[in-house]
Antibody
Framework: QLQLQESGPGLLRPSETLSLSCTVS??????????WGWVRQPPGKGLEWLAT???????YPKPSLQSRVAISIDTSRNKLSLSLRSVTATDTALYFC???????????WGRGILVTVSS | EIVLTQSPGTLSLSPGERATLSCRAS???????LAWYQQKPGQAPRLLIY???TRAAGTPGRFTGSGSGTDFTLTITRLEPEDFAVYYC????FGQGTKVEIK
């Protein structure tokens, strides 16, 4: 059974770069016509899609975050990564990695990792 | 970017009652691309409905998705205690969510 696990720092200072990884286990990230993405959720708030990537590495960042966000995929290591530059307190959130289908819905999710930005 | 607006923000109901959640899109959405999720505190979202009306694996029959164009609905026919949660619609971006709480 496919599982996703996020990892990364729990605390950052303002202006730093957030780097998160998502390891896919129980199967290959290359199998099927899936995309892989990141979604975040600020404390007590709703879900925000950040970026998606396909298995060939074609990336689709959220337009409003395009200048700060980067997503990558390493199919040899079954790993997905997210980078978010120049973080501020508003980037404090629970960050999820998830598998997305061709018709845009996310059918498999990691448990999420809480990232706090604070000085 | 499609903007999804969910209503109401909060729905206060009793177990056994019917819940009707609305999701309105700022522009026409193909039904193939509309999904609904359930999220409970401390958990990741769980896919309930995709393609506007297809139940995901494990979704009970009391959950029904419907709609087309710009107006979509999630109906829970008889609320069970485990159904009290936050529900999100999604078509690319996510709606802001509807909280179904115990009255």
């Amino acid at each position: 059974q496919l599982q996703l696990q996020e990892s990364g720092p729990g605390l950052l200072r303002p202006s730093e770069t957030l780097s998160l990884s998502c390891t896919v286990s129980g199967g290959s990230i290359r199998t099927g016509n899936y995309y892989w993405g990141w979604v975040r959720q600020p404390p007590g708030k709703g879900l925000e899609w950040l970026a998606t990537i396909d298995r060939t590495g074609r990336a689709y960042p959220k337009p409003s975050l395009q200048s700060r966000v980067a997503i990558s995929i390493d199919t040899s290591r079954n790993k997905l990564s997210l980078s978010l530059r120049s973080v501020t307190a508003t980037d404090t959130a629970l960050y999820f990695c998830a598998r997305r289908t061709e018709t845009w819905y996310f059918d498999l999710w990691g448990r999420g990792i809480l990232v706090t930005v604070s000085s | 970017e499609i903007v999804l607006t969910q209503s109401p923000g909060t729905l206060s109901l009793s177990p056994g009652e019917r819940a009707t959640l609305s999701c309105r899109a700022s522009q026409r959405v193909s039904s193939n691309y509309l999904a609904w999720y359930q999220q409970k505190p401390g958990q990741a979202p769980r896919l309930l409905i995709y393609g506007a009306s297809t139940r995901a694996a494990g979704t009970p029959g009391r959950f029904t998705g419907s709609g087309s164009g710009t107006d979509f609905t999630l109906t829970i026919t008889r609320l069970e205690p485990e159904d009290f949660a936050v529900y999100y619609c999604q078509a690319g971006s996510f709606g802001q969510g509807t909280k179904v709480e115990i009255k």
